[in-house]
């Protein structure tokens, strides 16, 4: 269970108001769009920072490169074994869920906010235009949060999993240096 599934819903169980768009609700559709976009980017961000760490890591660490190193397992104790092996899985986890965060999403509901479904959506975005349609807006903006809440909720996931890797690839690091020198 995710962080975000035991969040409070109380609010979704009212009645959409019916009637015109008021100038309070469009900002406020407009504000949540930018959010779960600047929330997006952040998303973005953990990922490169925990795929930076976890390279850098593994470039710098003598320890870090010797868990990839077979002779290890061929030559090592059983408990510098299962140590290194996992280091090894939760580093390499933790990239790919790093990776996971950034790579491209393919959402089936889009919007004329998105510039891949442009050529699709500006026919209608000027047919509303021509009436002067501030629904039509309303109701972009408002499907613009959905696609991005869902695209933010997914990105989350993998960068909570990376997280986790991270964390995991650290502790099995400080315990794999204790019981190897307490070894020497």
Do not use: C
Not at 57 to 67: A, D, H, I, Q
Not at 70 to 82: C, D, H, P, S
Not at 132 to 160: C, H, P, T, W
């Amino acid at each position: 269970m995710s962080d975000f599934d035991s969040a409070p819903t109380e609010m979704l169980d009212m009645p959409m108001a019916t009637g015109e768009v008021t100038e309070e609700y469009f900002n406020h559709v407009r504000k949540i769009n930018d959010i779960y976009y600047d929330q997006i980017k952040i998303s973005d961000q953990k990922a490169a920072y925990i795929f930076t760490f976890m390279l850098a890591f593994l470039v710098s660490s003598t320890e870090g490169r010797n868990v990839f190193n077979l002779a290890r397992y061929m030559t090592g104790n059983w408990t510098e074994i299962i140590l290194s092996a996992a280091l090894a899985l939760a580093s390499v986890l933790s990239i790919i869920f790093a990776i996971l965060v950034v790579l491209p999403r393919h959402i089936n509901k889009s919007t004329s906010l998105f510039w891949g479904t442009w050529p699709q959506h500006r026919p209608i975005f000027e047919s509303a235009a021509e009436r002067s349609d501030v629904g039509y807006l309303f109701k972009e903006y408002l499907d613009n949060a959905d696609v991005l809440s869902l695209i933010a909720r997914q990105k989350y996931k993998f960068v909570a999993y990376a997280f986790r890797g991270l964390m995991f690839t650290v502790l099995a690091y400080v315990v794999l240096l204790l019981v190897s020198q307490n070894q020497a």
